[in-house]
């Protein structure tokens, strides 16, 4: 299994919570990732896809290839589900702005496993080792505002609606309105009693 280190030099990755395993990627995870990448209903709110073959097939390639790399201007993990091994999907931690500490996060899940808690449950683990491992000061998300499922998640995460940017965001030939949200590395602390010099099992 692929490890990354942290800003210690240790490996922060795989992450495990109670139903998830969030790892790095595979050569033979191409086809768990191309079922829920390439339907409509899961890509329906979001600027890619559907994917037809060749495009999973270069994420998956690119996937590969960063995880060569450290540090990674950006961190995609797949969500292997510990009952049967299957991988339902990912979710990515972007430092895109070192010098401010701050990253975005974004997920994606297989239909057949949505509005069971598995992005909130990974999401969770993803922003534990941001804050309490990686230091970072804030982490944002957006999403467009009729994806329920995903500002929802945001919401059970503690993060806060920031904002409503209106037509930000070209998706699949329209301008979308996005909700933006946000979470800081002191309201983290305070929603897990993270004093900042310990790490805490995941919830
Ligand atoms: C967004 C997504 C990752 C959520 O994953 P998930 O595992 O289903 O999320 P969770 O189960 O942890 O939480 C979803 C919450 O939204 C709620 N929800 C989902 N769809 C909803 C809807 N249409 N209306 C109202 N609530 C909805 C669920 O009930 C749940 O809330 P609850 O726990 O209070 O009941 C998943 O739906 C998905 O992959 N969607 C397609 C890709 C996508 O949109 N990615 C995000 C891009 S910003």
């Known amino acids: 299994m692929t490890e990354a280190p942290s800003r210690f030099g240790e490996p922060w990755y795989p992450l495990e919570t109670k139903r998830l395993i969030l790892r790095g990627y595979r050569p033979e995870d191409f086809e768990d990732i191309h079922a829920y990448a390439a339907d409509p209903q899961v890509t329906r709110l979001v600027p890619w896809g559907p994917n037809p073959p060749e495009a999973t097939q270069a994420f998956l390639a690119q996937m590969i290839e960063e995880q060569t790399r450290w540090p990674p201007p950006e961190c995609t993990l797949g969500l292997e589900v510990k009952a049967g ?3 339902i999907g990912r979710i990515s931690l972007r430092i895109q702005d070192p010098g401010n500490r701050t990253a975005d ?6 239909r057949e496993y949505w509005g069971q808690g598995y992005m909130t449950e990974a999401a969770r683990a993803m922003l534990k080792v941001a804050f309490e491992v990686l230091g970072l000061h804030r982490v944002w998300a957006t999403c467009d505002v009729r994806n329920t499922g995903s500002w929802r998640v945001m919401e059970k995460l503690g993060m806060r609606r920031e904002a ?9 030939g329209e301008w979308r ?3 933006r949200y946000a ?3 002191d309201e ?3 929603l897990h009693c993270y004093s900042g010099t310990e790490c805490r ?3």
């Open 85 to 87: 091994g299957r991988l």
């Open 105 to 110: 996060l974004g997920y994606v899940l297989h």
């Open 164 to 172: 409503t940017c209106l037509r930000d965001v070209l998706q699949k």
């Open 177 to 179: 309105t996005s909700y």
């Open 183 to 185: 979470i800081l590395e």
């Open 188 to 190: 983290w602390a305070a």
């Open 201 to 203: 099992q995941s919830r």
